[in-house]
Structure formats: structure tokens, C-alpha cells
């Protein structure tokens, strides 16, 4: 394969991949292994220059940081063809004294290109002052191969000229992606601006979840390396928040790399999967050696899911990492030191596994330098129907389905009901995928019995214990039927279907795990029931003018505490004002 052609081969490589960063390593991988077989090196490697620091991409596949230049390779030849200032001169062992490495390697026989971007480098070679390189090609002969000859060294010059017509090649698709990302994040940041058209995590019409979560992250993007800890239920969004951060991030034209630490059979596979091992490490019949997620991560973010699962010997590790960027490969005593920003999520309060000795209470503090919990889907009712709308369109099209829409029974029944039992935002996208499947063929309107919903995950009531004839018996009490203590509680708790939800009696009677009763779940029991109108009775009779509600606001200067002091819950107090078009910002003039 001659050079033209093994461009036009890299170019469709470019094209036919998503991946740019990995796009871009692996041509140049590919061209310094073909360098070595066009020349009969012994060694062969593209050396980029970051600041003060390498980065080689050699011909067996490697891709190596500075620190170990030298094991494989002259650095003095190395920076000598840097330095050089233009773009064909060349180093060969004539210019140069030999060196600890050269004489360590046996190296005999040098070629070093500098390279330039493609139009520096025709600028330079048309009497332009030429501009310093952005890296070197380089080629070694070492043991009983014969030295370079001229005919080499003009090839060296040709895979040279490739390289920075690569190089350039991969840099315009690079600048042409980062100004498309730039311009949906700037799309994506005016939507939050506005606060909440469309489906997104970040595009919300919830107040709660605007101040909690999108306005912390629309800030937070601009720190780097700064820990991320996101904690929420199972389904409530971690990793599309996670890598929505990376898009909005400075390392958003980085690598976003993905640890899943529910997924792995024990902690060595798991350490391995992390850290890496090195060649001949006997960890697998894999000899190669392999590298980690750390590694693959190096420069972008490296996000860490379920972390509460992750091992207590594997934590100490990752502390090291989290703390210093250095950790060292499974088999290997050398560290290597990557530049990584962290994002973990835990389906579970981090807190709660510290207190249990379950995590490592140094690396939690490590880790959440900022912390955002998210709420399941049925606290975020606000957003259910713009979600299930986005995520009907995207079904309709996945299935060929057309013009599908859903009826206002059918949203109503979608707001209502109890998704922090059945996966929150992944069961609501499965429900809706499922009920597009599954509807008949011809209809484009989807009635709330066309709804097809997963089971409910619902824990069974512990059996109270039974009591033996010997033993004393205590005071018999009165116990309730379900619509009885329902009844009860609406009285008891002035209407306020939060407070209901919280009652333990009544969760206890029920069988609902947690320690609140989803309220649409609730309502949906009310409503079977005919206690619905008792509901709003109940309401209506200790309700708060709205008078009432602004005045307790601006007494108290936070809407929990006005809440309280009114005997409401907080949502309602927030869809009190939310009759008169307000909001708890606009009264506290924040």
C-alpha cells in the first residue's frame, strides 16, 4: 500500500467511526507500524508534543506518556528533531553523541522527521519562516540490521508528509465536531436559560429540580477536575446527567470513559478492568498486557457507576487515583500518573454505606467535592408528560408507527403513576416503547387502557408473629381495614396527601417499601376507594388563601418552613402559587 493510498484508507476509517478520539489514535498507530515495515525498523513510533510532555504512539499498538520515552526510544534524538525548527530537516546519529538509551537499546541507526501541520509545512517550504513542530517521526535499527540509506530517508520524509496530512485531516473533523458540540451545548445551555421545553435531564418545568440539579450543573461545568458524586434511585438518570456534564464540560472534546462496578464477578476482575495489567502479568493467558479505564480515560472523565458496590480493597486504590492521578497496572510496580476528572454515582446515600463500613470514609469525602441528588421520577411529576411526549416520538419513529400521540386520559394516567416502583425516566421510556409496539395497527391515538405498564415492585408486608398459648397475650388492639385508616388519616393530617404518604402506621398497613407512599399510588387507592372527594373536602376545609401562603413565605424566607408553619406540604404550597402564575423565587426576589 502505497502512501496515497494508505491515506485514502485512513480517511474512510475517519468517516466510517463515531469516535474521533479513538479514530485519531488508531491512525496513527496504524501509520508508524507501516513506517517499520516500509523501512525494516526495529523500532518505529509518532511522537506528539503536549506542552513539556510526549505522547507516542508506537508501532506495537501502544500508546505511551513521557515517562517511559526512554525505555523504548531516544529522547535525545527525539528532542534534537524537535528542536530542529523545520519541517524536513532530519536527525540522524551523525548530528547527535550517543547516549545512555542509545547504547541500552543497541540503537545503530537513527531517522527522526520533525512534523508540522500539513499547511504550515507547504507555508515553510515556500520561504514562510517555518513554525515549531508538533511532533516527530521517528525510526531505529538496532542488533545485525544494516544502517539507513538514503532511499530511507527520503521514504522517512514521504510517511512524514503523511503524517501531517493525517494529522491535519483529523484536526478539521475534530474542530468541525467541537463547533456542532459546541453549538448543541450552547442550544442546550438557553434551554435551561428558559428552564424547560423539550426532554432532557437538564430541561425541566420542576422548580425543585431546577435549583437541585440544573442550575448546580450549569455552574459546576466550568470547574475542572472537580469531583462529581450523583446519587438517586435506580432509573432516576445518573448516567445520562453524567454525560451530559461531559458535553457541557472543558474536557468535553475528551474521552468519556465508563466503570460499571455492579458488572464485575470480583474485585480482581474488577481492579483489572480499572487499573489494567501489565505484559506477562499472568492475570489472564493474555501475555499483551491490557489497559485499564483509568488509562483509556486519561485527559477526559472517567465515570464510575454504582460505586456503593465497588470493593473495600479496591477502594483504597482508587483513593490514590482520585487523590494523586497516579495508580500502577495489575503486575507492574511503575505508576503512571493520567489526568482524569471523576464522576461517580451510587444508587444508594453514600453516608448510609459509611456508617455500615460498607465505603471508605476518606475516599467518599474525596469524591464528593460536589454532590447532587436526584429524586425518582414520581417526585418530578412536572416533567412526566413532556418526557413520555419526547419519548413517544422517538418510539414512533423506532417502530414506523407515524403521527402517534397520546390522549390527555392517557397522560394523566402516565403523570400518576407510581414510577419510583417501576424504574422512574427507564421504565416510563420502556412503557411508552411498549405501548407504541403493541398498539393496533391504523390507530395513532393512545387511550389510557392502550398503556402497557411493568409490574410494580412492591415489598410483601412482614407477618406479625404468632402468639403461642403459653404466653401472656398483650392488650388487644382495634386494627383498621386499609379504607378505614385512610379515612382516618385524611382527618388526621388535614388533607395533605404528603403527610398521608409519610405515615407509617399506614405504610406498615399497606406494604410499601420505603419510607413514603408514592402519591400517585396513593391517589390511585383514594380513587378506588371513593375517597377522593374526602381528599379534597378535608383540603379545601384547612387550605391557605394564597394571601396566606406569600405572607408566610416572605415571615419565613424559604418554602419548607412556610409550608409547615401553614400545615401544607411544600408542593402544595408551590401549586398554590403556581394558580396565580408565581413561584417561591419570584416572592423571595431571588
Known amino acids: 500500500m502505497d502512501a496515497d493510498e494508505t491515506l485514502l484508507h485512513l480517511r474512510n476509517l475517519l468517516h466510517s467511526r463515531q469516535d474521533l478520539v479513538s479514530d485519531w489514535e488508531q491512525t496513527l498507530l496504524n501509520l508508524a507500524q507501516q513506517a517499520r515495515v516500509a523501512l525494516a525498523a526495529s523500532k518505529a513510533l509518532v511522537a506528539l508534543r503536549a506542552g513539556e510532555e510526549w505522547r507516542i504512539f508506537v508501532d506495537s499498538g501502544e500508546v505511551l506518556t513521557g515517562a517511559v520515552v526512554g525505555l523504548i526510544a531516544s529522547t535525545n534524538v527525539l528532542e534534537a528533531a524537535f528542536n530542529t525548527g523545520s519541517t524536513r530537516t532530519q536527525i540522524t546519529l551523525s548530528d547527535l553523541k550517543r547516549s545512555g538509551s542509545m547504547d541500552r537499546l543497541g540503537i545503530h541507526s537513527v531517522l527522526a522527521v520533525p512534523l508540522q501541520r500539513h499547511g504550515d509545512s507547504q507555508s515553510s517550504a515556500h520561504g514562510a519562516t517555518p513554525l515549531k513542530p508538533i511532533g516527530v517521526l521517528y525510526l531505529d535499527r538496532r542488533a545485525e540490521l544494516v544502517q539507513f540509506s ?122 483489572a478492568e480499572l487499573f489494567g495489567f501489565a505484559k506477562r502479568s499472568g492475570f489472564t493467558v493474555d501475555t499483551g498486557g491490557r489497559a485499564g479505564k483509568a488509562l483509556l ?32 497496572a495489575l503486575g507492574s510496580g511503575e505508576e503512571v500518573y493520567v489526568d482524569v476528572q471523576i464522576i461517580a454515582a451510587a444508587n444508594e446515600d453514600l453516608k448510609l454505606a459509611v456508617r455500615d463500613k460498607r465505603f471508605r470514609e476518606d475516599l467518599y469525602f474525596r469524591l464528593s467535592q460536589l454532590t447532587l441528588n436526584l429524586p425518582d421520577l414520581s417526585q418530578r411529576r412536572a416533567d412526566i408528560v413532556t418526557m413520555a ?90 386494627k383498621h381495614s386499609v379504607p ?33 407512599i408514592p402519591s400517585s399510588t396513593l391517589r390511585q387507592r383514594l380513587a378506588r376507594l371513593g375517597l377522593l372527594d374526602a381528599l379534597a373536602s378535608e383540603r379545601h ?20 418552613d412556610a409550608a409547615n408553619a401553614l400545615g401544607l406540604s411544600r408542593d402544595r404550597l408551590v401549586w398554590r402559587l403556581r394558580q396565580a402564575g408565581l413561584t417561591i423565587g419570584r416572592i423571595l426576589d431571588f
Not at 454504582?306 to 487523590?323: A, H
Request: aromatic share 4%.
Open 297 to 328: 480515560a486519561d485527559g477526559g472523565i472517567l465515570f464510575i457507576d454504582e460505586i456503593n458496590s465497588m470493593p473495600l480493597e479496591l477502594q483504597s486504590r482508587l483513593l490514590r487515583l482520585v487523590e494523586a492521578g497516579r495508580y500502577s
Open 484 to 516: 378505614e385508616l385512610l379515612a382516618l388519616k385524611i382527618q388526621q393530617h388535614q388533607g395533605v396527601l404528603a403527610r398521608i404518604a409519610e405515615d407509617p402506621e399506614l405504610i406498615a398497613l399497606i406494604g410499601i417499601s420505603g419510607r413514603v
Open 541 to 560: 376545609t384547612h387550605d391557605a388563601t394564597l394571601e396566606q401562603v406569600i405572607a408566610a413565605l416572605k415571615q419565613h424566607g424559604n418554602g419548607v
Open 150 to 271: 538514503s532511499a530511507d530517508e527520503q521514504l522517512a520524509r514521504d510517511f512524514a508528509a503523511l503524517a501531517e496530512r493525517s494529522l491535519t485531516l483529523i484536526e478539521l473533523l475534530g474542530k468541525a465536531q467541537r463547533e456542532r458540540d459546541a453549538a448543541r451545548i450552547e442550544n442546550v445551555e438557553l434551554k435551561i436559560e428558559r428552564f424547560g421545553v423539550g426532554l432532557d435531564i437538564l430541561d425541566t418545568r420542576d422548580p425543585d429540580f431546577h435549583d437541585s440539579v440544573t442550575r448546580v450543573l450549569s455552574r459546576a461545568v466550568r470547574a475542572d477536575r472537580i469531583t462529581l458524586l450523583l446519587q438517586g434511585p435506580s432509573g432516576s438518570g445518573k448516567t445520562h446527567l453524567a454525560r451530559r456534564f461531559h458535553a457541557m464540560s472543558l474536557r468535553k472534546d475528551r474521552a468519556f470513559v465508563t466503570l460499571d462496578c455492579g458488572q464485575a464477578s470480583n474485585a480482581d476482575a474488577l481492579t
Open 389 to 478: 411526549e419526547q419519548m413517544l416520538v422517538t418510539a414512533a419513529k423506532r417502530f414506523g408507527s407515524g403521527n402517534v400521540h397520546l390522549s390527555p386520559e392517557a397522560l394523566a394516567l402516565l403523570e400518576d403513576f407510581p414510577w419510583s416502583l417501576s424504574g422512574n425516566i427507564r421504565g416510563l421510556e420502556h412503557t411508552i416503547l411498549r405501548s407504541v409496539l403493541l398498539l393496533e395497527m391504523g390507530r395513532t391515538r393512545i387511550e389510557r387502557d392502550d398503556i402497557v405498564f411493568s409490574e410494580l415492585i412492591e415489598t410483601t408486608p412482614i407477618p406479625e408473629p404468632s402468639i403461642t398459648s403459653g404466653a401472656a397475650q398483650p392488650t388487644a388492639q382495634k
